[in-house]
């Protein structure tokens, strides 16, 4: 089920492996920055704000100054316009009831700020403005008419004073320049009489104030922007360089063009890329010695069956041409000679090919090494195959116990007894000794044979070792049952070796060493 769950996970996730991994990191860096540019945008939060707080302002402004010119003398009113027009920087302009103008502070003295036009050769104020309306379309700003200052002089080109007039109170309207910076005009009831007031305010720091915010903070996310680039740059380049060197490698092995190709390890790196690449490398030696093995063993297998296969046709092809009867019956003996010895190699090669596979997909069980050897000297004994050789197995009181395969455990019995039947004189005496120690369960087996000299005793384990007694009949044996019981000891975590005699008697002992479970459990 867990591995289900996880194969369901990586198809869900498969859509990114169509996507290349620098395009990744750098979508997963820029994904923060974008969002942060989006910021830009949402600017416009902070403009409403603003004008919200004049909207208010010019409101409280309105009606101050509405109160303070009811009561005032004619002469006072002007004075009053001119002097709050200076201060808060805004053109007044009073209405009688009948709608005419009355007064104009900038009419009665020098106007406090002047209403630009949009200049078309300022490049700057063109983008600003092209960021303005992009910004309004994006966020789905409520259009703002245009300010046009109306021709007639009379307070019904003012909407607002309409209203301030018809309902007695004052109102706010917000228009918009062509450069793009607001202008706010406040309309209030001046006293009982229907007189009006006008104030127009043009709010240029509110328009500077958001874009030297927007201009702040797009700086920021260019400037974070080109270094996340140059980051995520180097980052991939870091991760995918080695990556493909290692494609580009695992293809020229796969190809098998070069049997030199070397894999890079890049021992300078200490993170996973390092370690795929080290594993990848280690993986790349063991495949080429494991072909390089199976070409020595397809060599070394043509060999063996050519000579019993040569032997064979001789045999076959003489039988025609010999009319003797005795002649004859030699020549049919040498034939099914060759055929067993061919059917012996056959099934020694196939257990030697499969070994490695079979022992990999079976799941190891305690088996007791001293009843199973016990049992097998047993069947060897009812069955002659000691041929009068004295088997004696030793044993500890306590049970010795492995974890593996029985079959292929009594294999390696089987052929360490072979063995030592085929060197050991006739009625000679094979000892049979399983000890258990700390961490390990041994098993030897030890003969009456001349022994193994120190320079043989890896050569005994190769394929197809062919150093047997000279009294052995030719091909009785394939030479690979030392090699076949050598390679399930290793399946098993275990080893197998030549030593000398731990008594200090002629002979060869070959010792087979296996991992003691119930030290492990303890």
């Given amino acids: 089920m867990a591995e289900r769950s996880i194969g369901q996970r990586l198809e869900r996730l498969s859509w990114s492996g169509r996507i290349s991994l620098t395009s990744r990191i750098l979508a997963v860096n820029l994904l923060p920055l974008a969002l942060l540019g989006g910021g830009i945008f949402y600017l416009d939060g902070y403009r409403k704000q603003l004008l919200n707080e004049r909207y208010k302002l010019a409101r409280i402004e309105a009606q101050i100054t509405a109160e303070a010119l009811a009561g005032a003398t004619r002469e006072r009113q002007d004075a009053l316009l001119v002097q709050i027009g200076k201060e808060q920087g805004m053109r007044l302009r009073m209405f009688e009831p009948d709608g005419n103008l009355l007064a104009d502070s900038f009419v009665l003295d020098e106007p406090t700020f002047t209403l630009a036009d949009r200049e078309p050769d300022q490049w700057e104020e063109n983008f600003a403005l092209w960021l303005d309306n992009a910004v309004n379309t994006v966020v789905s700003s409520r259009p703002i008419p245009d300010y046009v200052e109306p021709e007639g002089t009379t307070a019904d080109a003012w909407p607002e004073l309409v209203r301030a007039r018809e309902q007695g109170l004052s109102q706010i309207e917000l228009r918009d320049l062509p450069d793009g910076t607001p202008v706010i005009t406040a309309a209030a009831p001046v006293g009982i009489q229907g007189a009006t007031l006008l104030t127009t305010r043009n709010a240029v720091d509110i328009t500077e104030s958001v874009r030297a915010a927007r201009s702040t903070l797009g700086v920021s996310v260019l400037l974070a922007l080109f270094a996340?680039?140059?980051?995520?740059?180097?980052?991939?380049?870091?991760?995918?360089?080695?990556?493909?060197?290692?494609?580009?490698?695992?293809?020229?092995?796969?190809?098998?063009?070069?049997?030199?190709?070397?894999?890079?390890?890049?021992?300078?790196?200490?993170?996973?890329?390092?370690?795929?690449?080290?594993?990848?490398?280690?993986?790349?030696?063991?495949?080429?010695?494991?072909?390089?093995?199976?070409?020595?063993?397809?060599?070394?297998?043509?060999?063996?069956?050519?000579?019993?296969?040569?032997?064979?046709?001789?045999?076959?092809?003489?039988?025609?041409?010999?009319?003797?009867?005795?002649?004859?019956?030699?020549?049919?003996?040498?034939?099914?000679?060759?055929?067993?010895?061919?059917?012996r190699l056959v099934t020694e090669i196939s257990d030697a090919s499969r070994i490695d596979a079979e022992i990999s997909r079976t799941e190891f069980e305690m088996v007791q090494l001293d009843t199973l050897t016990e049992a097998i000297i047993e069947r060897r004994e009812n069955r002659e195959e000691n041929e009068?050789?004295?088997?004696?197995?030793?044993?500890?009181?306590?049970?010795?116990?492995?974890?593996?395969?029985?079959?292929?455990?009594?294999?390696?019995?089987?052929?360490?007894?072979?063995?030592?039947?085929?060197?050991?004189?006739?009625?000679?005496?094979?000892?049979?000794?399983?000890?258990i120690l700390d961490e390990v369960v041994t098993l030897s087996v030890s003969d009456e044979g001349p022994g193994i000299g120190v320079e043989a005793r890896d050569k005994i384990f190769d394929r197809f070792h062919s150093d047997r007694p000279e009294a052995e009949d030719f091909g009785n044996h394939s030479g690979l049952g030392l090699a076949i019981a050598r390679t399930i000891a290793e399946a098993h975590d275990g080893s197998l070796e030549a030593i000398d005699r731990p008594d200090g008697k002629p002979g060869a002992c070959l010792l087979l060493t296996l991992p003691n479970p119930r030290k492990g459990r303890d």
């Fill in 228 to 343: 996340s680039i140059l980051l995520s740059l180097y980052l991939a380049r870091t991760i995918v360089s080695p990556l493909r060197a290692l494609s580009r490698a695992a293809v020229r092995v796969r190809q098998g063009r070069d049997r030199d190709v070397e894999v890079p390890r890049l021992p300078e790196r200490k993170d996973e890329i390092g370690l795929l690449a080290r594993a990848v490398s280690d993986m790349t030696d063991a495949l080429r010695h494991r072909i390089d093995g199976v070409e020595h063993f397809a060599a070394d297998v043509a060999h063996e069956i050519k000579n019993p296969l040569a032997s064979l046709r001789s045999a076959v092809e003489s039988l025609g041409s010999v009319e003797d009867p005795e002649l004859r019956r030699q020549l049919l003996d040498i034939a099914n000679h060759d055929v067993r010895r061919i059917d």
């Fill in 388 to 435: 009068g050789r004295t088997v004696a197995l030793y044993t500890s009181m306590e049970s010795a116990v492995v974890r593996g395969v029985p079959m292929r455990l009594e294999r390696i019995v089987e052929n360490l007894l072979d063995n030592a039947v085929s060197f050991s004189p006739p009625k000679g005496q094979i000892d049979v000794t399983i000890a």
